[in-house]
Nanobody
Framework: QLQLVESGGNKVQPGGSLTLSCRTS????????IGWFRQAPGKEREGVSW????????DYIDSVKGRFTISRDNAKNTVYLQMNSLKPEDTAVYYC????????????????WGQGTQVTVSS
């Protein structure tokens, strides 16, 4: 079974940057669309960014446009989320998830999830 592992979460000050990674070692990711989602305490999990299997299509929620960049390196079976100009409201556990087919903003469309990585933005 495909297993995803997120890494790169940390505590940073407002305005700081982090790069999250999502990788798998057992299977290739090149056939999957990838989504990054996040869940803050007491809130529902929300989609943040999505990328097609070949990286040709990307999408972002409005609140992170211009600050976050999703990318992938299929040769390394890794998807990245570069996060700049971080704000306290970006604090959450960040998850990556995969699905066969086109990217979807809906978390219910994703089959396999990682365990999450904590991002905390605080001074």
């Amino acid at each position: 079974q495909l297993q995803l592992v997120e890494s790169g979460g940390n505590k940073v000050q407002p305005g700081g940057s982090l790069t999250l990674s999502c990788r798998t070692s057992q299977y290739t990711l090149e056939y999957y669309a990838i989504g990054w989602f996040r869940q803050a305490p007491g809130k529902e999990r929300e989609g943040v960014s999505w990328i097609s299997h070949d990286g040709s299509t990307t999408d972002y929620i409005d609140s992170v446009k211009g600050r976050f960049t999703i990318s992938r390196d299929n040769a390394k079976n890794t998807v990245y989320l570069q996060m700049n100009s971080l704000k306290p409201e970006d604090t959450a556990v960040y998850y990556c998830a995969v699905r066969v087919g086109q990217p979807s903003r809906l978390r219910y469309d994703y089959d396999t999830w990682g365990q999450g990585t904590q991002v905390t933005v605080s001074s």
